[in-house]
């Protein structure tokens, strides 16, 4: 009973008109950040902070909640027209999501994003209302071996959903794995495969990999294509809006995308990729027709973007309840909070019961705002298709480049981002897929990372990483993933026997 007076004393906050105002600045914010490449919530969060001085601490921290899962909202509209993911949580969405706006159907896969991020933000809002405390006391015991299962598990995910070829995957994965180990060794201070160039001491970003590996390899494609005389301009077939059919095949991976995001947005690290990753995974094991994935299917559009704002939910959960932010987003949030004298933690919702309930029931009626004002702009973002290719691809390299120097002014990432797109114009000739080698990139430096903090518990004994039913769960069910595109195979070789 005691809770839901809080919780209705929570609206009360949300719903004051200069809350409202706020909630409703930080959710088009959001929009903006997550449309433009390279910039990204924990950026705009960061950007944003100085400007809240002075106001209320449940009015800064409704804004800041606003742009950060407002971001997750508007990082699909680039990946779905352009082929470019402003962050790591987004790659999944390209590979159905730009097909789908190359066959025509880019307003549907628009659409089902932002129905997709609504309906997970709303189920994600609910869970964390109801479920906090309990939930982060189980995210406590995960530990570094736990990680290392999970993050093995989505490695192998990663390896076999997609390409036809799992040979060809493998090798994405080890280049990725590789770039993942540039710059500077955490544990011993040493350089590492930086070829003496400083600028490489850092490691090789995300953003940097992924505008060169998608939107400048578009470009070449699309120059290729032009010399040829074979480009032509998409239109939009039917209407902006999803038919029945589409309905019908993306309401139950938004469902699950929904519950898998949550859950994994508890656990540190990776929380809104991994969960991505997992969800696209899912979806393709249980569709009729796996071998579509990948060639516009809207389950692969649908799933991956609810679980990407589900997860953004349930970053929430450790941090207000035990004052443990898993991504840079929810530290920048963490920070926000401290200066304003308030402290995330087991006491938090005692002590500031009215700041946590506004900021949790701001999240429902951010949740309204974000889909009011997606889906007039799906009628907007859709005619970016019906500009020419000597228009359209000078735009993707200034957009591309804005991106990529923002971030640290750095000239040399510009070449970098340069390289990287050669590579993945070789890679896309040689029918070699370039998701498995972004998102091994981002999953790299974690993957190390978790292994080594296992070794450094247990002196060194690899035993840790079968003492826990939770990692051996996960590193059995990473040996089935990895199998698992063996086993159609199999299955044709024997009836093509039979047959002969």
């Given at each position: ?96 999501g ?36 309990p939930?982060?006391?189980?995210a ?15 490695m ?25 180990t ?15 160039i ?17 939107a ?6 699309t ?12 239109g939009?077939?039917?209407?902006l ?27 540190p ?23 579509k ?15 990407n ?26 920070g ?50 019906y ?10 390299l ?31 000739k ?12 981002v ?42 595109p063996?086993?159609?195979k ?11």
């Open positions: 009973m005691e809770q839901f007076s809080h919780f209705i004393g929570g609206f009360a906050v949300a719903l004051d008109p200069i809350n409202l105002w706020y909630a409703l600045l930080g959710c088009i914010m959001g929009t903006i950040v997550g449309v433009l490449p390279g910039l990204g919530p924990a950026a705009g969060m960061a950007l944003l902070i100085p400007a809240t001085f002075g106001m209320e601490p449940a009015s800064a921290i409704i804004m800041l909640a606003g742009l950060y899962y407002g971001a997750q909202y508007g990082g699909s509209t680039t990946s779905i027209l352009i082929n470019t993911p402003g962050e790591a949580s987004s790659v999944m969405t390209t590979l159905d730009f097909q789908m706006a190359r066959a025509g159907r880019a307003g549907a896969a628009l659409a089902v994003a932002a129905i997709g991020s609504f309906i997970a933000g709303t189920i994600g809002v609910i869970l964390l209302s109801l479920l906090a405390v939930l982060s006391h189980f406590l015991k995960i530990g570094p071996a736990e990680y290392f299962a999970l993050l093995l598990f989505s192998s995910s990663v390896t076999s959903l997609t390409g036809s070829s799992l040979p060809k995957a493998g090798f994405a994965v080890m280049i990725g794995l590789m770039i993942a540039v710059g500077i060794d955490l544990q011993s201070g040493t350089s590492r495969f930086t070829g003496g400083p600028e490489l001491q850092d490691g090789i970003g995300f953003i940097v990999a992924a505008v060169g590996l998608f400048i390899t578009e470009v070449f494609v120059l290729e294509q032009m010399f040829r005389g074979k480009t032509e301009i998409i939009i077939k039917g209407n809006w999803l038919n029945r059919e589409e309905w019908r095949r993306s309401w139950m991976p938004i469902l699950r995308g929904s519950f898998i995001g949550f859950f994994k947005g508890i656990l690290g990776g929380g809104a990729t991994i969960a991505t990753i997992l969800s696209y995974s899912l979806e393709r094991s249980l569709s009729k027709e796996p071998e994935f990948g060639t516009g299917m809207i389950e692969g559009v649908a799933g991956p973007e609810s679980a704002n589900a997860a953004a939910t349930g970053a929430f959960v450790p941090l207000l309840a035990l004052g443990l932010p898993g991504s840079a987003s929810t530290a920048i949030l963490l926000a909070f401290m200066i304003y004298g308030v402290q995330p933690g087991p006491q938090l919702l005692v002590k500031e019961p009215d700041l946590v309930w506004g900021l949790i029931s701001s999240m429902y009626i951010g949740n309204v705002i974000l889909f009011i004002l997606n889906l007039p702009l799906i009628m907007l973002f859709v005619r970016i298709l500009v020419p290719a000597g228009i359209m691809l000078p735009m993707i200034v957009v591309a480049s804005i991106g990529v120097y923002s971030m640290n002014e750095s000239v040399m990432e510009l070449y970098l981002a340069l390289g990287f797109g050669v590579l993945g114009y070789l890679m896309r040689l029918s070699i897929p370039v998701p498995p080698l972004v998102l091994s990139i999953l790299g430096g974690l993957l190390e990372k978790s292994f080594r903090q296992s070794l450094t518990i247990s002196g060194g004994d690899l035993g840790i990483l079968v003492g826990s039913p939770i990692a051996v769960a996960l590193l059995i069910a990473s040996v089935i993933v990895f199998c698992i063996f086993i159609p199999r299955k044709q070789n024997k009836v093509e026997s039979i047959a002969k």
